[in-house]
């Protein structure tokens, strides 16, 4: 019989195997030096946090996420070297023992412009790196980079070094999870679960969209969260069009409200909407949900090894049969995307994209399938997501609270 995908207790114990750390920083370690011995690239040049994380396996807080002044360098012969925060760089010499201290360097190229690149600090940094690439003898090929401000491009070629898009390679190398991958996904999705317990047993007539956001924050950090990345909440007239965030609305008797949680344990994300009606719902909104229900099975339905992306996309409807003028307007609305350390990973599918492109589906890739349809009444809509594990047998779901009809919290 086929054994459960787990969701373990958060803590290390003797009497039953859990993630092995190890085994998953091997695992994606290897993932990414294969991607670069299969490149033209002597090196791989990370901004992205993602990818930092894949390679060096170092977290530092979020707010630093988006300041493009940690990277780390993995080469053909050697590595990963990580120049981060001096202080975050110390603690790694301490508490990361899987890289050599040597590997562990102070760094600072600007926190996007704020000191200007006229300080002399990206300019140092390229001679460095270029200097470890000459003496891996690699400095004649290529170096792969993620992401990039552009002054330290300029500066990159500036001081002669060929730069190509590694990202691409990066993406794949991300794409198939490891058991320990898939269980810490199913462990974050086991806390969104409770925490729509917790927020249908308070969805009642004069709470505020932000106090079921605060309300969820607070309780995904007290379940071990490490970010809690966004928490839309959309109700009442807001439904339609999808606003993609929250507000201070009173929610009121009879809305249709959808919350979808975005947070990570230990890095790995969800990304799991859930539409619920407040005290009682309509004929008109039971209608839009079982459609958006019916277009989530048919797609669930056609998920295993094998299977094109574009025939996923192509069991949802066309943008003009919900409203929208054509399939750019209405992106994200019928939308598949993975998931791992990054909200939106490989594969993305739409009919924006995958019906020119499309992906073939592989045991391990796992992704978040979302629909949306709006309600005949011209406000209220329905939206519903499910996260999916590719198995050698078909799908299988991690996004366990209900789903399958409109649930009514706190009915009259």
Known sequence: MSRPIAAPGHMAVDYEERINFDRLRRYRLERAQKALAGSECG???LFDFYNIRYTTQTWIGGALGDKMTRYALLTRSGGP???DFGSAARHHKLYAPWLDEADCRAGMLGM???????AGLMESAVREIKGML????????PVGVDIVEPAFLFEMQRQGLKVVDCQQLMLDARLIKSPDEIMLLNQAAAM??????????????????????AMANKRLYELGSDQVEAINAVSGE?????????SDRIIRPGDQAFFDIIHSFNGYRTCYYRTLGVGRSTASQRSAYAKAREWMDAAIATVRPGVGTDEIAAVWPAATEFGFENEMAAFGLQFGHGLGLGLHERPIISRLNSMTAPVELQVGMVFALETYCPADDGFSAARIEEEVVVTPD?????????????????PY
């Open 43 to 45: 090196a791989f040049l």
């Open 81 to 83: 070297t990580l120049w």
């Open 112 to 118: 996007r412009g704020a000191i200007a690149p006229s």
């Open 134 to 141: 000459e003496d891996a003898g690699l400095l004649d090929a």
């Open 192 to 213: 969104v679960d409770g925490v729509y317990q917790d927020i249908v047993e308070v969805l009642k007539p004069g709470i505020r969209e932000n106090e079921i956001v």
């Open 238 to 246: 807001r439904c339609n069009p999808h606003p993609h965030n929250f």
């Open 394 to 410: 078909g799908p299988r779901i991690l996004t366990l609270f209900p789903a399958e009809d409109l649930v009514v919290a706190n």
